[in-house]
């Protein structure tokens, strides 16, 4: 090969133009790619990896129950009815006892308020406390459905966060209570809390998606968060290992029941 061979450029200025461009184009899709928040992981747990005891009442059912009412409610969003099988169970004992008491967090249109009072809370000295934020078009819509339970008369509706409006409810006043509002941890952490000396003694706690990891929704900013940030099992784990003794998990699946013992 002779000097001059050696000397002429190996790419022409069109074939270098084109790799740069390549090169450049490569370097900003990966930019991109690696700037794009992490892809969202929606992770069901099981019992199997929880720290509490593993029982469970009954299989969390497959689908949704739209027969699951006996009025003629309006709801749009069903969170409630696959939960049934294990609330049916836990509540047996409950069913028309008199002066029974239920306090829900995170009332939304009332699915599972309404059912606890068509199935459950049937005495007429039966009570229901529902708190919620009502600060969308669900307000109305639980207000209408309140109208059509006929039950008006049993229900203390409260408006606002539930960590401050618990601070004024009595001591020792409630039979069941369902935690069903904020998911963020420390909200979970604070409801949980301050609810345990709410409850009664025998009392059952439930808490919606216990399981339920990596996808949710802040229904008080309206911001989408993922990930560790919606995860209410962050703060029912300690919550529970903290009371030791002084309960007995009743139910661990997508979500937890605990018994107040003492
Ligand atoms: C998943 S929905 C509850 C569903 C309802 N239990 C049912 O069966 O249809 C959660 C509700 O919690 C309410 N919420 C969220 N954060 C809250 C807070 N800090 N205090 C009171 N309510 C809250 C929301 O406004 C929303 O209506």
Same mark, same amino acid.
């Given at each position: 090969?002779?000097?001059?061979?050696? *000397?002429?450029?190996?790419?022409s200025p069109l074939e270098a133009g084109i790799t740069l461009f390549v090169a450049l184009l490569i370097v900003e899709i990966g930019t991109l790619w690696m700037a794009k928040p992490a892809r969202v992981n929606v992770t069901r747990t099981t019992a199997a990896t929880s720290p509490l005891p593993a029982v469970k009442l009954a299989e969390m059912a497959k689908a949704d129950d739209p027969n699951a009412h006996r009025r003629p409610y309006t709801f749009t969003s069903d969170w409630f009815t696959t939960r049934l099988p294990s609330w049916?169970?836990?509540?047996?004992?409950?069913?028309?006892?008199?002066?029974?008491?239920?306090?829900?967090?995170?009332?939304?249109?009332?699915?599972?308020?309404?059912?606890?009072?068509?199935?459950?809370? @049937?005495?007429?000295?039966?009570?229901?406390?529902?708190?919620? *934020?009502?600060?969308?078009? %669900?307000?109305? @819509? %639980?207000?209408?459905?309140?109208?059509?339970?006929?039950?008006? +008369?049993?229900?203390?509706?409260?408006?606002? /966060?539930?960590?401050?409006?618990?601070? &004024?409810?009595?001591?020792?006043?409630?039979?069941?209570?369902?935690?069903? &509002?904020?998911?963020?941890?420390?909200?979970?952490?604070?409801?949980?809390?301050? !609810?345990?000396? *709410?409850?009664?003694?025998? +009392?059952?706690?439930?808490?919606?998606?216990?399981?339920?990891?990596?996808?949710?929704?802040? /229904?008080?900013?309206?911001? $989408?968060?993922?990930?560790?940030?919606?995860?209410?099992?962050?703060?029912?784990?300690?919550?529970?290992? !903290?009371?030791?003794?002084?309960?007995?998990?009743?139910?661990?699946?997508? $979500?937890?029941?605990?018994?107040?013992?003492?």
């Open positions: 090969m002779n000097a001059r061979k050696l *000397l002429q450029p190996r790419y049916k169970v836990a509540l047996a004992p409950y069913v028309g006892r008199s002066g029974l008491s239920y306090l829900e967090i995170g009332a939304f249109e009332g699915r599972s308020l309404f059912w606890m009072l068509d199935h459950v809370l @049937t005495a007429a000295d039966a009570r229901a406390a529902a708190i919620d *934020l009502f600060n969308g078009p %669900y307000a109305a @819509t %639980y207000r209408n459905n309140l109208e059509v339970s006929g039950s008006a +008369g049993k229900v203390t509706t409260l408006t606002g /966060y539930s960590q401050v409006v618990l601070r &004024g409810m009595p001591l020792d006043s409630f039979d069941v209570i369902y935690i069903d &509002g904020s998911h963020l941890p420390f909200d979970v952490l604070e409801d949980a809390v301050l !609810c345990w000396r *709410l409850l009664r003694a025998d +009392g059952l706690m439930i808490f919606d998606d216990y399981a339920n990891i990596g996808i949710g929704h802040d /229904y008080q900013g309206d911001i $989408q968060l993922t990930g560790e940030l919606w995860h209410p099992r962050k703060a029912i784990d300690p919550f529970v290992q !903290c009371l030791g003794d002084r309960c007995q998990v009743i139910h661990n699946d997508f $979500q937890l029941i605990i018994r107040k013992v003492k």
